[in-house]
């Protein structure tokens, strides 16, 4: 089984920055693709940015040029840096991860972090 725990989300102004942290345990060894999905009340759930075990990113429209998906595997952790943030990102944010060498993560997940952005 893998275990994911999020961090670092929170209350920010527009236009401010957010690190979020997640951290993974357990049977890491399934762990190839890991990524960060959001979703905003009343709204479908989104993929936000998505990294390969090599460093191969994708990432949302809405968000390419502001996020930022990064991973260091000797901590098992992956980050999502988030700047020039919009009212519009205020979402849950939940890590995921997959044994899958790419593609959109939904194996494992994390029990979410809030961001919220004052506008």
């Known amino acids: 089984q893998v275990q994911l725990v999020e961090s670092g989300g929170g209350l920010v102004q527009a236009g401010g920055s957010l690190r979020l942290s997640c951290a993974a345990s357990?049977?890491?060894?399934?762990?190839?693709?890991m990524g960060w999905h959001r979703q905003a009340p009343g709204k479908q759930r989104e993929l936000v940015a998505v990294?390969?075990?090599?460093?191969?990113?994708n990432y949302a429209d809405s968000v390419k040029g502001r996020f930022t998906i990064s991973r260091d595997n000797a901590k098992n952790t992956v980050y999502l840096q988030m700047n020039s943030l919009k009212f519009e990102d205020t979402a849950v944010y939940s890590c995921?991860?997959?044994?899958?060498?790419?593609?959109?993560?939904?194996?494992?997940w994390g029990q979410g972090t809030q961001v919220t952005v004052s506008s």
């Open positions: 995921a991860a997959d044994p899958r060498d790419w593609g959109t993560p939904i194996t494992y």
């Open positions: 357990g049977s890491i060894f399934r762990i190839k693709t």
């Open positions: 990294i390969s075990s090599g460093g191969r990113t």
